[in-house]
DNA sequence: CCCACGACCTGCTGGC
DNA sequence: TGCCAGCAGGTCGTGG
């Protein structure tokens, strides 16, 4: 479930095994992700001490003693299977990947799908990585406001459900999480992006309430995501989504009688009541 | 440049 | 019950 909430629940669980950690070994079980691992890319990693365990976006960032930052990207389907010493299990399928830490813990990289990717850059290539690169604000960030919004979406022709999914003009956020944020912020998908930048009458007052209700449906992902780790409750809990995969259901916002509807934009499936989102 | 679309892969679901 | 089409939360390349 990587978008920027779940990525960064990965990050969490990582940084305690690996960072100011060795990493003894790298055992790649096949030859390719989305794309072929480079040469020596095991070679370059194994022996390395971990210096920070980050996050952009839905990337996570492992700099290494060596300079060389290991870029890695879950996809659709990647996750990190974490086992201190004495707790290792037998390997399953689709387990592509495995850290072996000088501590004896194990990280193990499984991925059915392989649309994940990971990459070494060298210091010099870090800041040449064109994804990376032209990544847009964390939506955490103070820097990320309405007036930021307004200014990515500015002229833009495309709808706002197509906006908020380039990762240029902000960070992390996927298909649950852009329908989750426009019902938020009471705003149809299909809706213009670059409307939200002329708000004639309320200058912006919508950029605003979208950047909010972004930052708002973030946060409070990343708590349940915390949750999920401690209580198992929460985890199965089908109640997260207010419109995700709610398709024929009642609007849950409060007075709201709307029916949550499902169509189809570039390709993958939008939630949205067409009863409160204008 | 901007935008929509298909491709990349495997696994699960739901309808027949 | 069994089979198969359709769908899945991301990114990238292509072509208009």
Redesign the pocket.
Known sequence: ???LP?VEAVRRSLQPVMEGGRIERVVLRRPDLRAPFPRRFASRVAGQTVRTVNRR??YLLVELSSGDTLVM?L??SGSFRVAIVGDERDSL??DHVVFRMASGATITFND????GSMQLLSREDLPRHQ?LARLGPEPLDREFDGAALARACRR????LK?ALSD?RVVAGL???YVCEALHRARLLPRRRAGSIATGAGAPRETAHRLAAAIKKVINDALAGAAAEQSDRESASGATRFRVYDREGRRCLRAGCRGIVRRIVQ????TFFCPVCQK
């Open positions: 479930m990587p978008e779940e976006g839905k990207h996809g659709m399928v689709h059915p799908r392989r649309f994804t833009k022709k495309t709808s197509a990762q996927g298909n649950i570039s390709g993958r499936a």
